[in-house]
């Protein structure tokens, strides 16, 4: 569109638009320098956060908004998983459990958590999520593996700033070069293999 063809009520219509979007830019700007002033005595946790794949520097500082530095006020890392809303509901009647949905806890946390374990699993720098996300949506599928994904980042989360302990998972090599599974030895496999290195082999 040209600008001669805009009429002056659709100029100035723009003009209007365009003028909110910068005094929402200048807000999101402000809020977002107030955040990082009150964040400034907790900057080493939110740094050893940042090292997780999928966590930015403001998901960062707005999970510990939420969760605060002190993790010694949850029990375990699955009592912050409950109160963010990321373990299975308790929904049972006579013993029998009737459900496996997520609770409704977390408002903001929950939604929060799954948008990162999105980003972790497409990371291409970091992929210990990613090959953990592959495996389990084979077998649960694509939204059970990513909530599976956000309920293990948790886990970091808890214990990272509680122990002052960078991003370094033990399972790592092994998720990387799995080592294949062996068959159990039987007779007949034990026979097979030593006909096939050319032994004869004749049963008592």
Known sequence: MRDADIRPDQASEMREALGHMEELDGRIA??????HKR??????????LCQLPGVSELSAMTILSEIGV?????EDADQLRGWCGLVPGDNQSNGKKKSTRITRAGQYLKPLLVQCALAAVRSTQEDYFAIKYRRLRQRRGHKKAIIAIARKMMVCIYHMPRNGEAFNPSDYERLKSPKPKREPLTERSAIELLRGLGYEITKA
């Open 70 to 74: 002190d993790m010694d006020v949850f």
């Open 30 to 35: 402000r809020c977002e320098l107030e955040l």
């Open 39 to 48: 964040m400034e005595p907790y900057w080493d946790a939110v740094k050893l």
